[in-house]
């Protein structure tokens, strides 16, 4: 599935404007300080429910959040800023982290090219559980660095329906979320004319960035989803790139309205 990466090199320098276009891996140090989301993997749009977002705040430490549980090996991760300790030799980056007292997560990421809104970088991930290597990983990655942090202006109660066909969970109805800081929501269907709060519990999300995760019990079964989202005053626009069973993926849209 390694897409070469000739072709995913290509794909940056012809999307970078000409204001854009120094990907000298020299200057590494500094343009890695920000907040970047994962775009692309091994040459294809990532799927959203594998994107992370790792925020540098120093040439020494990261945070990493990121919601995934197609890894049966180890706990399923649902990581809101994660510290990561850092350390950068030449264009090699090592990220590491312990989500517990058993695991210990390494991401090296050895960068090929960056610029002021993008980079790639050959990935490899270990995650080794009581001294044990659960999982190996090599990708070719591209990320995008994102400015917007919707994590404060999500805050308070949205109404509104999926906008188009594909998401298992829409049932065609309008709908209301209400976001409370602590990082818990509750999520409303409508009964007649009154709302109603459903009898899902645990009812978590996070927001970092552009990424939304969330996570909800519904019948003894935990359910997650996720969705890049944009908030303009009282306005959200949620979207995801999924993937049916067979492979094959198809975009799904939400739109909402703040309510009082």
């Known amino acids: 599935m390694l897409a070469a990466l000739v072709v995913c090199t290509a794909m940056v320098f012809n999307s970078c404007s000409s204001d854009d276009n120094d990907n000298n891996i020299d200057n590494l140090p500094e343009k890695i300080i920000g907040k970047w989301i994962t775009a692309d993997m091994n040459g294809q749009p990532a799927p959203t429910n594998d994107k992370m977002v790792f925020t540098f705040v120093s040439t020494t430490k990261a945070y990493v959040s990121a919601s995934l549980n197609t890894h049966p090996e180890v706990s399923e991760l649902w990581a809101t800023q994660t510290e990561n300790d850092v350390a950068i030799n030449g264009n090699k980056m090592t990220l590491t982290s312990h989500p517990n007292q058993h695991e210990t997560v390494v991401d090296e990421l050895t960068v090929t090219a960056i610029n002021n809104s993008e980079l790639i970088a050959n990935r490899k991930l270990t995650v080794t559980v009581n001294g044990k290597v659960v999982i190996s990983e090599d990708q070719l990655v591209r990320y995008e660095k994102i400015t917007a942090d919707y994590r404060d202006a999500i805050v308070g109660t949205w109404q509104g329906h999926c906008t188009s066909a594909g998401s298992v969970f829409d049932d065609g ?88």
């Not at 818990?184 to 519990?201: E, H, L, Q, R």
């Open 173 to 260: 109805q309008e709908h209301r979320w209400q976001y409370k800081a602590d990082g818990t929501y509750v999520f409303y269907v409508k009964d007649g004319n009154n709302w109603v709060p459903s009898a899902n519990t645990l009812n978590e999300y996070f927001v970092d960035g552009t990424l939304l995760c969330s996570r909800w019990i519904d019948q003894g079964q935990e359910n997650r989803e996720w969705w890049e989202i944009t908030i303009n005053g009282n306005k959200m626009n949620w979207t995801a790139l999924r993937e049916n069973p067979d492979g094959t993926t198809f975009t799904a849209t939400f739109e909402m309205t703040k309510v009082e």
